[in-house]
C-alpha cells in the first residue's frame, strides 16, 4: 500500500479522472463559510487551497471573490488552469503558501484538511489570514446509511476524508477558535462512466497496483450495473447520495 505522503500527491496522474468524477460545491455551503467576512466596498481576497482541479475554486469565484489557487501538484494546477479562467496558481501547500501575512479574507480547503499536518497548517493559515478571517473546511462525502453507498465503499475502501467526518471532524488549533459545523444533504445522479472516474479519482486506487485496480473497477461496474435506473432520455444512472460538511473558524485578532 502507499505512503500517506505519496497518495496525498497522487491525484496529478488522475486529473482528467478527477474533474469528471468528484461533484462540485453546493454553492450554498461555500456562502455560508465566506459569510462572516463579507467585504463591503471591495470583494473578498480568498485563496483555494488544495484547489486541484478547480472544483471549489469555480464556486469561490461565482461569489465574486478574488481568488488565487494553490496545490502541491503541478498537473492539477494545469488542468484548473483549464477549467477555471483568470485565476492565478501557485504550487505550495497548507504548510507552506507563497502568500505574503494577512494578505487575504478566508482561506478555502476543499477535501483537503485531511492531508496536512493540523498544527503546522494552522499555524500557517494563521500567518496568511488577516485578523478576523475565515478557515472554512469542506468536504463531500457519500451517505453510507444508503444500501448503494455502503456497497461501493465495499468495494473502494473509505477514504481518509471518509474516516476523518466519521470520527468527529478536523482538528484546527491555534489560532483559530472552536470551529462551526453545517451539513447539506443532496442526491447526484451519476452515470457509468462518471461513476467509474470518480473512483478512479481517488487516491487509493491511483496508487494500487494494476491488478487491483482493475478489480475495483470491474466491481463498481457491476454494481452499477445491478442498481442504475433509466431516466426518461434513456440514459442509465444511480441516484447517490452526498453530505457536504462544512467547517468554518475565525483566525484570533492579533496581539
Not at 65 to 93: K, Q, W
Not at 157 to 183: D, K, W
Not at 229 to 237: I, L, P, W
Request: aromatic share 6%; net charge negative; proline share 6%.
Amino acid at each position: 500500500m502507499a505512503s500517506r505522503d505519496e497518495m496525498s500527491r497522487s491525484f496529478g496522474a488522475a486529473a482528467s479522472a478527477y474533474e469528471s468524477g468528484r461533484p462540485d460545491y453546493p454553492r450554498e455551503a461555500v456562502e455560508w463559510l465566506l459569510a462572516p467576512v463579507h467585504a463591503e466596498g471591495r470583494a473578498l481576497r480568498v485563496a483555494d487551497v488544495g484547489a486541484g482541479t478547480g472544483k471549489l475554486t469555480r464556486t469561490i469565484v461565482e461569489t465574486g471573490a478574488d481568488v488565487v489557487a494553490i496545490d502541491p501538484d503541478p498537473g492539477m494546477l494545469a488542468s484548473l488552469r483549464e477549467n477555471v479562467h483568470g485565476v492565478p496558481t501557485f504550487v505550495g501547500t497548507a504548510e507552506r503558501m507563497p502568500l505574503p501575512d494577512a494578505s487575504v479574507d478566508a482561506l478555502l480547503l476543499g477535501q483537503a484538511w485531511h492531508w496536512v499536518d493540523p498544527p503546522l497548517a494552522a499555524a500557517e493559515c494563521g500567518r496568511v489570514l488577516r485578523s478576523g478571517g475565515v478557515l472554512g473546511l469542506i468536504w463531500n462525502v457519500r451517505d453510507e446509511s444508503d444500501p448503494f453507498v455502503r456497497g461501493l465503499t465495499a468495494i473502494m475502501h473509505a477514504s481518509s476524508a471518509e474516516q476523518l467526518i466519521a470520527a468527529g471532524g478536523p482538528v484546527v488549533g491555534e489560532p483559530f477558535g472552536r470551529l462551526e459545523n453545517r451539513t447539506w444533504t443532496w442526491t447526484r445522479a451519476m452515470g457509468r462512466e462518471v461513476l467509474l472516474d470518480m473512483v478512479a479519482s481517488r487516491s487509493y486506487v491511483i496508487t494500487a497496483p494494476a491488478d487491483e485496480r482493475e478489480r475495483i473497477l470491474r466491481d463498481v461496474g457491476a454494481l452499477f450495473d445491478s442498481a442504475s435506473r433509466a431516466t426518461e432520455s434513456g440514459a442509465e444512472v444511480v441516484d447517490v447520495p452526498y453530505r457536504t460538511e462544512a467547517f468554518r473558524g475565525i483566525r484570533g485578532v492579533a496581539a
